[in-house]
């Protein structure tokens, strides 16, 4: 076996988590010089070549090598690996479904399982007795998914707890699917019998079970399903109090975010548990950063915090507090030092001085660890960098600046819709049949040239495989019902807006998320208004930090973007918030977020309109459109305009042409491909009707093409009949990513369309 090729795959393992830790270059480069006689500037020069590389392909040269080792080598090769791998205490759950696939290959277990090694304090909380009640706070980076992951397993094969009889709840999806995923890759415990999911799903899915409604009324308002939950137990309800205590132990994640009525529902469930039935309890109170703030800042009225209602005669209270995330130790002094506890002194009730002064050192210690760091943001962009924001309104304005130099970057915000892979669209629009095979899929994955994405087809295919499995098939009437359902598997969707491994994000939508590289861009001199809570400012700015492994960079907003005040938004309903603004002609203008879920009209992409309205047969429009959604690699700037009828409908269009509409005035735009959705139009005019007296604007700019999603609609949607084939017959079809911070005017000045920049 070169020696070369197992150097690569070494290395490989390290970087798969995007951190190649000291103690691992160390260790590599003893393996160089003293096994392989190879110099250790060796490992160096591998690293810069393959540093680059996205998941799969780091994945692939790992296993390749894994395939070719002879029988003669793997002991040796497998104690490397293991070794390696155990440097930096905890696996990540890429290197350990490595470690799980080289076991399989070779047949080998005679190291231990491929999961974390606790130490003693996360071991104290795993081994815990069932009956325990325990209160664990852990700063990020301390391995405490990792923790509860190992304390289902334990729970269940130590204390003999049947899987069904353990409720793990948490905030949000996303964390979820990591515990899940944890328990399935790290043990041989089935996870799916467990009761894992958010409050807000488990609340569905009890309710549902009672069948007392249609399934469709407890999709529409998550809010009333709690509510309805919540009288069904304080009533005391036989049967719900009877499913609540055949529980044996509940784990809750994420403690710090459930508020409001959801805090309410655990206290009502906690309180009616058996009395020998445990209660662990994960959280952070320094990231708890929904209590009374939404992603853009505007306050609503406090909500009791169900951190606040643990008793502390019942709880007991257990820390976790080394931190894995980063071996720098300049990042964890830091990380520690911005933990401490807020000044609530006489002089400072409201914690500002203690935000200010923070912020400030904050940008002077930042500036001193990021040297090599590209102060230009454009410039910057580099291997899966991660860029956060306070608001929407900044991050729109700088991914408007990336988007402008074609640089293709993804967002993570939310109000975002669910973005399943595009290339189940293109797979699937066309397949007629109810099943396909393993070799049909790859086959119609190769033969599809313009399919971008960063899976390999085996790798779609084990996904998909995982979601509808048919034998040894994947049943496509399966995968369609299960897409369509409004809650689509996250392993079948993008993580972020966009595929591209270089995101722009607010802090709310990344907390639990982690890079390499962290840029923050907050404003360094401008306070924020008198009602700001300053506290919580704190703690976003403590969670903001804190998502980095190795580099972190601290940005002025106003500087190094442009961006000089704070947006408004039209009520406290829209999401669509938005800064009013005066043109050079002294005409009212508007800046909008755009790309909201629901922004689409999803059907319109591909139905069959009742007249031909753009010059050309419609299902022609249809075809290119979703043969040019399928291409995009790199921001496409996109038009949208309406006639000025009674009722006002935008279209998307691209390409640019400048032609005068003697009857507007104005320019017009080329190649139609759908149109906004009526979500888009009315919360658009409900602004020019309040801000600029009912003049509706004709042409938006300012708004971007990034990237495409799938859509998918079940075989009883009643929109079926007025879709083109062959969308119509398999219910698979495209939609473009747009995002912008856009430009909405509302007066039309002679024969052009002033800017008002």
Not at 522 to 544: C, G, I, L, W
Not at 580 to 589: D, H, I, L, W
Request: aromatic share 10%; net charge neutral.
């Amino acid at each position: 076996m070169s020696d070369i090729k197992a150097i690569e795959a070494m290395i490989c393992l390290c970087i798969i988590d995007d951190t190649f830790h000291e103690n691992e270059k160390a260790y590599l480069a003893d393996i160089c010089e003293e096994e392989f006689e190879l110099p250790k500037s060796f490992i160096e020069e591998k690293h810069q070549t393959l540093k680059e590389k996205n998941i799969s392909e780091l994945a692939g040269i790992f296993n390749q090598f894994v395939k070719n080792v002879k029988k003669n080598e793997r002991e040796y090769y497998y104690k490397i690996f293991f070794d390696l791998a155990k440097i930096d205490t905890f696996l990540h759950p890429e290197e350990i479904k490595l470690l799980i696939n080289l076991e399989k290959i070779w047949d080998l277990k005679i190291a231990a399982s491929p999961v974390i090694i606790p130490s003693n304090e996360q071991k104290e909380i795993i081994e815990s007795d069932s009956r325990s009640k325990l209160k664990v706070t852990s700063p990020p980076g301390c391995g405490k998914t990792a923790v509860a992951a190992q304390r289902c397993v334990f729970l269940v094969k130590q204390h003999q707890i049947n899987p069904s009889n353990l409720l793990v709840l948490s905030f949000s999806r996303a964390a979820i699917k990591e515990l899940r995923d944890r328990i399935e890759i790290a043990s041989d415990v089935d996870s799916f019998p467990i009761k894992l999911s958010t409050i807000d799903q488990h609340t569905f899915k009890f309710l549902r079970g009672w069948g007392q409604e249609e399934v469709k009324d407890y999709l529409k308002d998550y809010e009333k399903n709690i509510e309805a939950f919540n009288d069904l137990i304080e009533k005391k309800n036989e049967d719900v109090i009877a499913d609540i205590k055949n529980f044996k132990h509940v784990i809750i994640d994420e403690a710090q975010d459930i508020t409001g009525i959801r805090s309410t529902l655990l206290q009502n469930i906690i309180k009616n548990l058996d009395k020998d039935c445990g209660v662990t309890i994960f959280s952070d109170p320094m990231q708890a950063i929904y209590n009374f703030t939404l992603e853009e800042g505007y306050q609503n009225e406090k909500q009791e915090n169900f951190l606040d209602t643990l008793s502390n005669k019942i709880f007991s209270e257990k820390q976790l507090s080394k931190i894995y995330r980063t071996d720098s130790k300049q990042l964890s002094d830091m990380f520690m030092k911005y933990r401490l506890n807020f000044i609530e002194a006489d002089d400072d009730p409201d914690g500002k001085l203690d935000y200010l002064e923070k912020k400030k050192t904050l940008f002077k210690e930042a500036k001193e660890k990021s040297n090599g760091m590209d102060d230009d943001l454009a410039k910057s962009i580099g291997h899966k960098h991660l860029f956060l924001f306070r608001k929407k309104s900044e991050m729109l304005k700088a991914a408007e600046k990336a988007f402008e130099k074609k640089k293709n970057v993804s967002l993570r915000f939310g109000g975002s819709p669910d973005c399943i892979y595009p290339w189940i669209a293109r797979i699937f629009h066309d397949h007629m049949e109810p099943s396909i095979s393993r070799k049909s899929f790859i086959d119609k994955w190769r033969n599809k040239l313009n399919i971008v994405s960063n899976l390999q087809a085996e790798e779609a295919w084990e996904k998909i495989f995982k979601e509808a499995p048919m034998n040894v098939d994947v049943s496509v009437e399966m995968l369609r019902e299960k897409l369509s359902s409004g809650r689509p598997s996250l392993d079948l969707c993008m993580k972020d807006y966009g595929e591209s491994s270089n995101v722009l994000g607010t802090i709310h939508a990344s907390k639990g998320r982690e890079a390499e590289t962290v840029f923050y861009y907050t404003f360094k001199d401008k306070e924020p208004s008198q009602n700001t809570d300053f506290h919580e400012e704190t703690r976003v700015m403590y969670v903001a930090m804190t998502r980095c492994r190795n580099k972190f960079g601290v940005r002025d907003l106003e500087e190094e973007i442009g961006f000089k005040d704070w947006a408004k938004r039209l009520n406290n309903k829209s999401n669509r918030i938005y800064a009013k603004r005066t043109s050079r002609a002294g005409n009212p203008y508007f800046l909008v977020q755009v790309g909201l879920k629901d922004d689409i009209d999803e059907i319109r992409l591909v139905a069959r309109p009742a007249e031909d309205e753009f010059g050309f047969e419609e299902k022609e429009r249809v075809d290119k459109s979703q043969n040019f959604f399928s291409s995009i690699i790199s921001p496409v700037e996109v038009g949208m305009n309406h006639a000025l009828t009674q009722n006002i409908n935008y279209s998307m269009m691209f390409g640019k042409k400048k032609i005068t509409d003697k009857k507007y005035n104005t320019f017009v735009l080329s190649d139609t491909y759908g149109y906004m959705g009526k979500n888009f139009t009315i919360e658009l005019q409900g602004i020019i009707n309040k801000e600029a007296q009912g003049r509706t604007t004709k042409l938006i700019d300012n708004v971007y093409l990034i990237g495409s999603r799938t859509c998918v609609v079940g075989k009883n949607h009643m929109r079926l009949p007025s879709i083109h084939d062959p969308y119509g017959k398999t219910g698979f079809w495209l939609a473009p990513l747009i995002a912008g911070w856009a430009s909405v005017r509302t007066k039309m000045k002679g024969s052009r369309y002033r800017r008002g920049r």
